[in-house]
């Protein structure tokens, strides 16, 4: 069992990790270096807390052992002299770098820059995901790894990739601007919602939802949307987030069964989420009445705030949901707002409504993904076609990967076949 000092410096790490090697990485220009140094600091702490205690300030202890070691560094590298002479003064008694509690913008500047440079162009989603959650998440390779079903080697081949990518097109460590930093922005955000989904829906695996990997992400989401206030699009994500994460207790049962929307007891969502992405959405929408564009994450968490307000399923306002869903797919065309878009024109307007906008879709539009089958079988089974339904879910099962999701399709299955017409 961890003990309360292990505990404090866990969260501590989670909470200051980004800060650390982001100020780290703007004052050795190195990545690699700077990863080391902070790791370096979390070592020192794991050793001398338990025995010296938490200090006050524990950020500024990081910062401050971090610091000293970067200057130890330089000095035992004579060719790096004047990087030395440049860094003496941090460790000098009036550093003003010293005192973290009054360079709060400086300090997350160097997280934003950090979270900008996790998210470079160059870099495959995948491994974007994979940097952002080692060096603005803190979380450790093997705790990645587990997070994404891959073994601790591959994951830490895939970031030292990431990190070496990085050297060779010699990205900059400052923040983008113009058009690159809207862009950018947007692969930021991407990312974040990448690993909620992953955390939310599992792809593979045993489990339905992986709730460490919801909470790290709505964590970089308030983390973005506190550094970049004044972006709707960012506090629509931050809304949508913790709006859907609200209905994690209530995804599984008590044998750890998946629990689908309809059947959820709603009194297990989480209120204070619920709460605070009304307030993230309701942010957003202050913004956008000033003018500043909106995009998918405002229309998605409007989405997910109307099931919020629903105190039951029979109560849902579908026919807005539809409404917003037709915006959705103005604003961002693809097959995916396409199958949900039919989940929504179905329950609002009738099971045949929703099958006509999947048929509007190429049969191989999301490619071997069970989605589009699993929705078919539902507007199936609610329109009556139970033979087809049943068929429907039995393919949506044989392609699905996440075990928990299988047994619950083939239940539906098994249940249309039972059913008189099935």
């Known amino acids: 069992m961890a003990t309360p000092t292990a505990e404090a410096i866990t969260a501590v790490w989670r909470e200051e990790s ?6 780290l990485t703007r004052i050795t220009r190195e990545l690699d270096l700077a990863e080391d140094l902070a ?56 550093d003003p770098m010293g005192d973290l509690t009054s360079q709060v913008d400086l300090i997350d500047d160097d997280a934003l820059r950090l979270i900008f440079l996790c998210c470079h162009p160059a870099l495959t989603p995948e491994s974007r995901a994979a940097l952002t959650l080692r060096l603005v998440g803190g979380l450790s390779t093997a705790e990645i790894a587990r997070a994404f079903l891959s073994t601790e080697t591959t994951m830490g081949q895939r970031i030292s990739r990431a990190k070496r990518t990085l050297t060779q097109v010699r990205a900059e460590f400052e923040l983008p601007v113009g058009a690159e930093r809207l862009a950018r922005l947007d692969d930021v955000m991407a990312v974040i919602y990448l690993v909620f989904n992953e955390g939310y829906s599992a792809t593979a695996g045993n489990d339905w939802t992986r709730p460490e990997l919801t909470g790290e992400a709505i964590r970089l989401a308030r983390m973005l ?13 931050q809304a949508l987030l913790e709006l859907q994460a609200s209905r994690l207790p209530a995804r599984t049962d008590a044998d750890g069964r998946a629990v689908l929307l309809d059947d959820q007891d709603r009194s297990r969502w989480d209120a204070l989420l619920i709460r605070r992405g009304r307030a993230a959405l309701a942010r957003a929408e202050e913004l956008a009445h000033r003018g500043a564009p ?39 065309p693809g097959p995916v707002v396409e199958v949900n878009r039919a989940v929504a024109h179905g329950r609002a307007h009738g099971p045949e409504a929703g099958l ?67």
Not at 376 to 388: N, S
Not at 389 to 415: D, G, K, Y
């Open 39 to 94: 790791q370096d600091a979390l070592v020192a702490a794991l050793e001398q807390w338990p025995r010296d205690g938490v200090p006050a300030n524990p950020a500024a202890w990081l910062m401050t052992t971090a610091k000293r070691r970067a200057v130890d560094t330089f000095r035992r590298a004579e060719v790096l002299r004047r990087k030395t002479a440049e860094l003496g003064h941090l460790t000098e008694e009036g």
């Open 294 to 332: 909106v995009g998918t994450y405002v229309l998605q968490a409007s989405i997910a705030a109307e099931h919020a307000r629903a105190a039951t399923a029979e109560e849902t306002n579908w026919r807005r949901i539809a409404s917003l869903y037709d915006a959705l797919a103005t604003a961002v």
């Open 225 to 237: 949307a506190a550094l970049v206030p004044d972006a709707p699009e960012v506090h629509g994500l």
């Open 18 to 23: 980004a800060r650390l090697v982001g100020a």
């Open 356 to 422: 006509a906008v999947l048929d509007e879709l190429p049969a191989d539009a999301l490619g071997g993904s069970h989605l589009l089958p699993a929705v078919r079988g539902d507007l199936l089974e609610r329109a009556g076609r139970y033979a087809d339904a049943a068929a429907s879910f039995t393919e949506a099962a044989a392609l699905t990967r996440n075990e928990s999701e299988r047994a619950v399709l083939l239940r539906r299955a098994e249940a249309c076949g039972r059913t008189p017409g099935g």
